[in-house]
């Protein structure tokens, strides 16, 4: 009963380099979106998708990148990382519809230094 | 632009009170409110939601309330529990499944 898993659960990265957060989801939810966490800011919304090869943009987009190649996974691509992108980051998923909840990884708890 | 707002970052009641969590918000086209928990190093996990066309939804020792002309709702937790202290944020919904975030409250139970 694996859910929404995100990979790594923690990394540092250095101004400048590029990585991917991984996200997979088992429940065959159309809908996946990645957002971050900062102190005193909620959870803001930085893509999503509404399935397979559809991808938008959300509230904080800039400096990220995502696909959607398949229903089960949705990465989040930082091209190059910059010390304000230190966050932690939730992937969460739900199939469309109305008055359904998301349902969310446990995170990734990124660095940039 | 904060168009879900948690005016209180933490909130303190002893074990067995009522804790009661408020949110505001400013858009009008919000059609659905949801309350998720978060415990530290977890994911937040859903908790209670409630339709623009109620006013209030019950489950268990949690009642969420929504007043539309205020455009206020809030979290009723009765009785309250150790297990309860935890993050809370509200959410809303405006189309599709695009969910805007309040800062959350912390609340403390204390026993």
């Known amino acids: 009963n694996a859910g929404v898993t995100q990979t790594p659960k923690f990394q540092v990265l250095k101004t400048g380099q590029s990585m991917t957060l991984q996200c997979a989801q088992d429940m065959n939810h159309e809908y996946m979106s990645w957002y971050r966490q900062d102190p005193g800011m909620g959870l803001r919304l930085i893509h999503y998708?509404?399935?397979?090869?559809?991808?938008d943009q959300g509230e904080v987009p800039n400096g990220y990148n995502v696909s959607r190649s398949t229903t089960e996974d949705f990465p989040l691509r930082l091209l190059s990382a910059a010390p304000s992108q230190t966050s932690v980051y939730f992937c969460?998923?739900?199939?469309?519809?109305?008055?359904?909840?998301?349902?969310f990884g446990q995170g990734t708890r990124l660095t940039v230094v | 632009d904060q168009q879900v707002k948690q005016n209180s970052p933490s909130l303190s009641v002893q074990e067995g009170r009522i804790s009661i969590l408020n949110c505001d918000y400013t858009?009008?086209?919000?059609?659905?409110f949801l309350w998720y928990k978060k415990y530290p190093a977890e994911g937040p996990t859903f908790l209670i939601s409630?339709?623009?066309?109620?006013d209030k939804n019950e489950d268990g020792r949690f009642t969420v309330f929504l007043n539309k002309s205020a455009k206020h709702l809030s979290l009723h937790i009765v009785p309250s529990q150790p297990g309860d202290s935890a993050v809370y944020f509200c959410a809303a919904r405006k189309y599709g499944n695009k969910l805007v975030f309040g800062a959350g409250t912390i609340l403390r139970v204390k026993s």
């Open positions: 998708s509404v399935g397979a090869g559809i991808t």
């Open positions: 969460a998923s739900s199939p469309m519809g109305g008055g359904t909840e998301a349902f």
């Open positions: 409630i339709s623009s066309i109620k």
């Open positions: 858009n009008s086209m919000f059609d659905y």
